[in-house]
């Protein structure tokens, strides 16, 4: 499973991308926006850091202006992965952006039938958002649950799951279960994958211990 990171924080970013585990990055307006700077200089600044797929979203909502928009976008470095929503001009785009061999990457779905819509489209990734569905009482994993089997009925789709809106490590460990390609993830919850109490008790134990003998290695 590719492990990509949703922020569009280059610290944040710059930071993780240096324990080797980053395998893109997603970026959206709202991360945009929070992060308070120029989008081109962003997303500049992070395919510097990640050679992986980044994600930069169209904010164009007709097809045409959608695609002028993702030409732009994807010159800015050959790891742009254009993002367009899940609408009928998102889907024309999609098709016309990597008919010209960009990649791209569909959002904002919520339905598995929208997913199938997107593979048939050409889509690099899809983007289910599993913790928007969780949160209106829907249940997020068994729509990725759903788009798995879809795909893997049909040998011709190519597009790679890419679980979005994901909340905490038990979002990540259900996707792998289920074998999501990708899991984008907050700094946050990234983080917290790596963390078990009795990981950071048994470390503290070892230690003490260690210190009783008083070697050193090496
Ligand atoms: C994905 O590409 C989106 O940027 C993101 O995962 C949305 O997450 P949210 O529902 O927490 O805003």
Request: charged share 20%; proline share 4%; with cysteine.
């Amino acid at each position: 499973m590719k492990f990509f990171v949703d922020t569009a924080d280059i610290a944040e970013i710059r930071d993780l991308a240096e324990s080797g585990l980053l395998d893109g990055v997603t970026t959206n307006p709202t991360l945009v926006a929070k992060a308070g700077r120029d989008f081109t200089e962003i997303l500049k600044d992070i395919c510097d850091v990640v050679d992986g797929p980044v994600s930069a979203e169209v904010t164009a909502t007709d097809a045409k202006g959608m695609i002028e928009e993702g030409e732009k976008l994807a010159r800015i470095a050959d790891n742009i992965t254009v993002k367009v929503p899940l609408t009928i001009d998102g889907l024309k785009a999609c098709r016309h952006l990597t008919g010209n061999g960009t990649m791209v990457n569909v959002t904002l779905c919520f339905s598995a039938v929208q997913a199938l819509m997107a593979a048939k489209a050409g889509a690099t990734f899809i983007s289910p958002f599993v913790g928007r569905l969780d949160d209106i009482s829907q249940d997020g994993m068994q729509l990725i649950q759903d788009i798995r089997q879809i795909y893997d009925n049909y040998d011709s789709f190519t597009t790679e799951i890419l679980v979005a809106s994901i909340r905490n490590p038990v979002h990540v460990l259900k996707a792998a279960l289920i074998g999501a390609d990708v899991c984008t993830i907050p700094p946050s919850t990234l983080r917290q994958l790596v963390k078990h109490p009795l990981t950071d008790a048994g470390l503290q134990a070892f230690l003490a211990d260690w210190a009783k003998t008083g070697q050193k290695i090496g």
